[in-house]
């Protein structure tokens, strides 16, 4: 079935260091892909999304790009700050017979260190 | 904000209990989902209605249940509790079909 991969945490980096979580999706199909964020104690934020092959989501000075021929859907950050420390999860949206879920990876712990 | 609402914020209650959790969607999302996350599980699909008509269901117990309601709103009942329902579950809407779901604030319960 379709599922999510991604990095297992947790990362800890220093404030203005580069970010990168991995995530690579197994799927039927070209699913939209998304990327969830949730800050200790809160529910879950759409972060960014992308709907098709090589469309790069982003937001906050994140990214991602859609790659079909790797699988992937890589978040990256230039330059992290303490205020993004919270756990970052992958998700892929599965489309069947009129119904929609998302499939969620098992979600990235980070911590930003100043 | 995403304009999704939940009640209650947290649920204390004992095994064999029942309890029902509260959702509201974004003014004009038809869909509603529900998921739980666990630290064992993660985050897991429950269930999905659209428009009050039950559209998916996925790993959720039989000791659950749900409805959507004519103004959209939904309710998720769980019966006969146990200490592994200990989660926090979240509702989500959107518009319909592949658009972003937008999830609420959650719903902690604990089960002693």
Not at chain 1, 81 to 105: H, N, P, R, T, W
Not at chain 2, 19 to 47: A, E, H, K, M, N
Request: net charge negative.
């Amino acid at each position: 079935g379709d599922s999510v991969t991604q990095m297992e945490g947790p990362v800890t980096l220093s404030e203005e260091a580069f970010l990168t979580i991995n995530c690579t999706y197994t799927a039927t199909g070209y699913p939209s892909l998304f990327w969830y964020v949730q800050y200790p104690g809160e529910g879950l934020q759409l972060l960014l999304k992308a709907t098709k092959a090589d469309d790069k989501g982003s937001n906050k000075g994140f990214e991602a790009t859609y790659r079909k021929e790797t699988t992937s859907f890589h978040l990256e950050k230039g330059s992290v700050q303490v205020s993004d420390s919270a756990v970052y999860f992958c998700a892929l949206i599965v489309s069947q017979g009129g119904s929609e879920k998302l499939v969620f990876g098992k979600g990235t712990k980070l911590t930003v260190n100043p | 904000d995403s304009g999704v609402t939940q009640t209650p914020k947290h649920l204390i209650t004992a095994t064999g209990q029942r309890v029902t959790l509260r959702c509201s969607p974004r003014s004009g999302d038809l869909s509603v989902y529900w998921y739980q996350q666990s630290l064992d599980q993660g985050l897991q699909f429950l269930i999905q209605y659209y428009n009050g008509e039950e559209r998916a269901k996925g790993n959720i117990l039989e000791r659950f249940s749900a409805q959507q309601f004519p103004d959209l709103h939904s309710e998720l009942n769980l019966s006969s509790l146990e200490l592994g329902d200990s989660a926090l579950y979240f509702c989500a809407s959107s518009v319909s079909g592949q658009e972003t779901q937008y999830f609420g604030p959650g719903t902690r319960l604990l089960v002693l």
